[in-house]
C-alpha cells in the first residue's frame, strides 16, 4: 500500500471512530446536509492560504478539506448511497474521457479548441443523463453552474461558458466598445436618481467588466480579493505610522491621511521587492 494510501485510510479510521457507537457527539449527529457550510468555510480558508503563499497553512487547510470530504463520503456510505470507491472511479473514468487528447487519440490545435471540445463532452454527457431520466428533458447549456456560486465568481464562468458556445464578442475592441456602452448608461442612471435603475446598470458594467478580465486571463474574484488584501495591508501600516507619531487617523485631515497612505504605500513595495530580490543581490 502506498504512503498516500496509508494516509487516507489513517483518516479514515479516525472518522470512522468519530462517528463510532462511543465516539464524539457532536460528529455522531452530522449529516450530509449539516457539513455544507463547513465545506465551503474551508475550502475559502484553503484558498486564503494558497493566495498568502503560507505553505504550512496550506498543508493543515487542504487537511481540513479533505478530512469533510472523506465525513462526506463516509456519511453517504453508511446511508447506501455510494463510497469512496464508487467516487474516485467515477472521477477517474470523467476525467479520462473529458481528455481524449491525452488519453485517446483525439488532437486539439489550440487550448480555445481544447475548451471547446470539453464542453462539447459536457454536454454529451448531460444529454445521456437526460435519456436515462423520467423526463428525459435535455438540459441547458449553463445547467451545470452551481447555484450557489458567489456572483463575481458565477459571472466570470458564465462568460467562460459562453466564450466555448461561441456567444461572446468577437474581438476584444468589440467587449471594451460594450463595456463603455455599459459606463455610459450606468451614468445616465446615475442622472436620473433611480437607485434601481443605478444598480442594473451597474451590474451590466461589472458583468462586462469581468468578461475584459477573463479575455485577458484575470479571473475577477481572485484579481478583487487581491485589491482587498493590499487596501488592507496599506491601512494597517498606515495604522501603525500613525501610531508612532502619536496620531489618531479619525482625527487627521484627509491631506495627512493621503500622506500617510502614500508613505505606506512606498514602505510596503520596497518590502516586496527586497523579498522578491535573489539572494545575494545586494552583495553582487
Not at 101 to 116: M, T
Amino acid at each position: 500500500m502506498s504512503t498516500d494510501s496509508l494516509s487516507l485510510a489513517k483518516m479514515q479510521d479516525v472518522i470512522d471512530a468519530l462517528l463510532g457507537p462511543d465516539g464524539c457527539p457532536w460528529d455522531r449527529k452530522q449529516t450530509p446536509l449539516s457539513l455544507c457550510d463547513y465545506v465551503i468555510e474551508e475550502a475559502f480558508e484553503l484558498v486564503s492560504a494558497i493566495r498568502a503563499g503560507d505553505h504550512a497553512e496550506t498543508a493543515e487547510e487542504l487537511g481540513d478539506v479533505l478530512f469533510l470530504l472523506l465525513f462526506e463520503t463516509t456519511l453517504a456510505a453508511q446511508a447506501g448511497r455510494f463510497d469512496l470507491a464508487e467516487v474516485v472511479a467515477a472521477n477517474a473514468a470523467k476525467m479520462i474521457r473529458r481528455h481524449p487528447h491525452v488519453f485517446g487519440d483525439a488532437k486539439v490545435a489550440d487550448q480555445e479548441e481544447l475548451l471547446r471540445n470539453w464542453e462539447r463532452i459536457k454536454r454529451g454527457e448531460k444529454a445521456d443523463k437526460a435519456d436515462k431520466s423520467a423526463e428525459g428533458e435535455q438540459p441547458g447549456a449553463f445547467d451545470s453552474l452551481p447555484k450557489g456560486l458567489p456572483p463575481l465568481l458565477k459571472a466570470y464562468r458564465i462568460h467562460s461558458k459562453a466564450a466555448r458556445l461561441d456567444f461572446t464578442w468577437a474581438t476584444d475592441e468589440d467587449a471594451r466598445a460594450q463595456f463603455d456602452a455599459e459606463w455610459r448608461e450606468y451614468e445616465q442612471a446615475c442622472a436620473s436618481g433611480s437607485q434601481e435603475r443605478m444598480e442594473e446598470e451597474f451590474g451590466d458594467a461589472l458583468f462586462t467588466l469581468i468578461e475584459l478580465g477573463r479575455r485577458k486571463g484575470i479571473k475577477a474574484n481572485a484579481a478583487l480579493d487581491r485589491a482587498n488584501l493590499k487596501f488592507l495591508a496599506r491601512y494597517e501600516r498606515m495604522e501603525a505610522l500613525a501610531r508612532e507619531h502619536g496620531l489618531d487617523l479619525l482625527d487627521m485631515p484627509m491631506a495627512d491621511k493621503e500622506r500617510l497612505w502614500a508613505e505606506a504605500k512606498t514602505g510596503l513595495q520596497a518590502e516586496a521587492e527586497a523579498e522578491n530580490r535573489p539572494k545575494g543581490a545586494d552583495r553582487a
